[in-house]
């Protein structure tokens, strides 16, 4: 009805596990979960919902982006969210945050610039301020 991707279902297609550390770019369809730590940017697929989620070990140092990001671990660098940003109690970001909703709980951190990713849809933008 209004255009937008279908929510993606809570189900996790990959894992990289707490032990693991991967270095170079990620580039995945529908659910990732990361416990371990990447060098080198997450970044979904556009094709298909996606949904990204940190856990509280993890650690990413690139580009991150997705549908759907849910963080409690840290992350230095970039983060988009095309639909939802959730920042859960020990998130850490440090880097440009872009959203189209968002949710930040108490203990949740972000050292750099936040910006709303505009509305796509026709009828909805909100006229620009002149001043």
């Known amino acids: 009805m209004f255009n937008r991707k279908k ?49 509280e070990q993890a650690r990413v140092i690139g580009r991150v982006r997705a549908d759907n990001v849910i963080v409690n671990g840290s992350i230095e660098g970039p983060v988009q969210a095309q639909e939802l940003l959730e920042l859960q109690p020990m998130a850490r970001i440090s880097g440009q945050v872009s959203y189209r909703a968002l949710e930040i709980h108490p203990g949740a951190i972000i050292e750099g610039t936040m910006a709303h990713l505009e509305d796509e849809r026709p009828g909805l933008k909100l006229a620009s301020k002149q001043g």
């Open 7 to 55: 929510a993606p279902s809570n189900a996790i297609e990959s894992l990289i596990g707490a032990s693991t550390v991967i270095e170079g770019n990620i580039r995945f369809h529908g659910g990732l979960r990361i416990d371990g730590q990447v060098r080198g940017d997450v970044i979904a697929e556009d094709d298909v919902p996606s949904v990204l989620v940190l856990s």
